[in-house]
């Protein structure tokens, strides 16, 4: 008996006794027929869905482009009155791909983040709420940013200073270069105005909202100023 215990568990399938073995065969033909036909189905199976799952998954890890834009000189901007700039945020599809901009030169006296930011020598704020994404309105006389949909306001730095904003008003990189001012892509922050990758309307920045609303792996990371457009031509120059 215990002779018949060791053929049994023999690698080979002729000591296995199993019916048309070869000798030094260790893996029976049923083994090896189901083996390759599951190969082969998962295969045909692989060809069919990796290339939908790549045509639905890949624009989430493609970087939306950017340029940077030119939005005048530095002569254009004070430090204490909000200039509106329209910019192109998508090309090509008209006015849907238009952002609206209020731009104004960095105030030392209550701008004191970033003092030595080569990026941030321009306060860019974007025009869209951070509630839900309405078109916020900047009313002079009261220095502050109101929006029409369910009163969110901002005081003059683009902080929430009522309503149901969750955080500040998004800003964009700007950058000035051989007499001109440009602004680049947008980029959010919390409410001490510390900077993080652009976020959604409603999607908070303080605390752990940082983690449960990360950034989208599409949103532009801070450009590289290798690209800038070439200033305008003036006639007859
Ligand atoms: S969308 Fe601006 S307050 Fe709601």
Redesign the pocket.
């Given at each position: 008996m215990p002779a018949d215990r060791h053929k049994k568990s023999s690698k080979y399938t002729i000591d296995r006794g199993m019916p048309g073995a070869f000798e030094g065969e260790t893996v029976t033909r049923r083994a090896f027929m189901n083996v390759t036909a599951q190969t082969a189905g998962g295969l045909a199976a692989a060809a069919f869905t990796l290339p939908a799952l790549a045509f639905a998954l890949g624009p989430i890890f493609k970087r939306v482009p950017f340029e940077w834009q030119i939005i005048g000189t530095p002569a254009d901007f004070t430090e204490t009155q909000y200039d509106a700039k329209v910019l192109t945020i998508v090309d090509g599809i008209g006015e849907a791909g238009k952002a609206l901009a209020y731009v104004r030169k960095r105030n030392p006296a209550i701008d004191n983040i970033g003092t030595q930011d080569k990026f941030n020598q321009y306060i860019a704020l974007s025009s869209r709420?951070a509630?839900?994404?309405?078109s916020?309105r900047y009313v002079e006389a009261a220095e502050r940013f109101v929006?029409p949909?369910?009163?969110?306001v901002y005081n003059f730095r683009g902080q929430v200073a009522g309503?149901?904003?969750v955080r500040p008003l998004d800003r964009f990189y700007t950058f000035e270069h051989d007499g001109y001012v440009y602004i680049g892509p947008r980029y959010s922050v919390n409410s001490e105005l510390q900077r993080f990758s652009p976020r959604d309307?409603a999607e908070p920045l303080d605390g752990i909202g940082q983690y449960l609303y990360p950034s989208r792996f599409d949103t532009s990371v801070r450009p590289p100023t290798n690209n800038l457009p070439l200033p305008p031509t003036i006639p007859g120059s």
């Open positions: 709420c509630h839900l994404g309405c916020v929006c949909c369910h009163g969110g309503g149901p904003p309307p």
